[in-house]
């Protein structure tokens, strides 16, 4: 198993540029060649994670034998729709997307932010007081934030590059969208029409599924779509 930060967050590195979910899936292409594990490889991502799972697998598709999204809006499939605030999209999409602005504002106030996202998304106690810590100083300082807000600041092109590659080419591999109780089938609908074998799931749980129920996690995953 490997298990990535993604470019711009965590330990990696934080360029000025490279954030489309392409640019991304090069970027694990790169790692697992530097592993000398050439693939075909199953892929899991949540959230950001799945927006490149996805990414990869539409313009590499040989690369995967296994795609596996977690509770995610994806680009180019409904994501859109979700950041339009005049239409009753979510606010935070447009004010992370914003240069300089939200690195400006939440430097030196990295934990109340994290505190305040990461409990209200989950069930309560999902996160203890020292996850929390973990999660701000990996973005602590404004480029660290910024590194952050770069995956938002690339959505829209993310979209255009995605629905010319799913366009009339359905992915090949078996894909299981799994959701939550806040998102319901919404990532299992959108990518239907582009997906030759299509599972879906809903966990009884917030957003972050993995951490909320582990165990229901790992039986939908490896015991019954990966066996």
Same mark, same amino acid.
């Given at each position: 198993?490997?298990?990535?930060?993604?470019?711009?967050?965590?330990? &990696?590195?934080?360029?000025?540029a490279?954030?489309?979910?392409?640019?991304?899936?090069?970027?694990?292409?790169? !790692?697992?060649?530097?592993?000398?594990?050439?693939g075909?490889?199953?892929?899991?991502?949540?959230?950001?994670g799945a927006?490149?799972?996805?990414?990869? #697998?539409?313009?590499?598709?040989d690369?995967?034998?296994?795609?596996?999204? =977690?509770d995610?809006?994806?680009?180019?499939?409904?994501?859109?729709?979700?950041?339009?605030?005049?239409?009753?999209?979510?606010?935070?999409?447009?004010?992370? =997307?914003?240069?300089?602005?939200?690195?400006?504002?939440?430097?030196?106030?990295?934990?109340?932010f =994290?505190?305040?996202?990461?409990t209200?998304?989950?069930?309560?106690?999902?996160? &203890?007081?020292?996850?929390?810590? #973990?999660?701000?100083? &990996?973005?602590? *300082?404004?480029?660290?934030?910024? *590194?952050?807000?770069?995956?938002?600041r690339?959505?829209?092109?993310?979209?255009?590059?995605?629905?010319?590659?799913?366009a009339?080419?359905?992915?090949?591999?078996? =894909?299981?969208? !799994?959701?939550?109780?806040?998102?319901?089938t919404?990532? #299992?609908? #959108?990518?239907?029409?582009?997906?030759?074998?299509l599972? &879906?799931?809903?966990?009884?749980?917030?957003?972050?599924?993995?951490?909320?129920?582990?165990?229901w996690? !790992?039986?939908?995953?490896?015991?019954?779509?990966?066996?």
């Amino acid at each position: 198993m490997v298990i990535t930060d993604l470019r711009g967050t965590g330990s &990696s590195d934080r360029p000025e540029a490279g954030y489309t979910k392409t640019d991304q899936a090069r970027d694990m292409q790169g !790692i697992l060649k530097e592993l000398g594990l050439p693939g075909p490889v199953a892929v899991a991502g949540h959230d950001i994670g799945a927006m490149v799972a996805l990414a990869w #697998a539409a313009a590499y598709p040989d690369d995967i034998d296994r795609l596996i999204l =977690v509770d995610a809006l994806l680009p180019g499939l409904g994501l859109e729709e979700a950041m339009n605030v005049a239409e009753g999209g979510m606010w935070h999409f447009g004010f992370f =997307v914003t240069p300089h602005v939200p690195e400006m504002l939440f430097d030196g106030h990295a934990l109340e932010f =994290v505190t305040t996202t990461f409990t209200a998304m989950p069930n309560p106690g999902t996160f &203890s007081p020292d996850d929390l810590t #973990a999660y701000a100083d &990996s973005y602590t *300082g404004r480029d660290r934030l910024r *590194g952050g807000f770069e995956h938002y600041r690339t959505l829209l092109q993310d979209g255009r590059d995605n629905r010319p590659l799913l366009a009339g080419r359905p992915l090949p591999m078996p =894909v299981l969208a !799994i959701g939550s109780t806040h998102s319901g089938t919404a990532a #299992a609908d #959108a990518l239907s029409p582009h997906a030759k074998s299509l599972r &879906s799931e809903v966990a009884s749980t917030g957003h972050f599924v993995a951490e909320e129920d582990p165990r229901w996690f !790992i039986t939908k995953v490896t015991t019954e779509f990966l066996a």
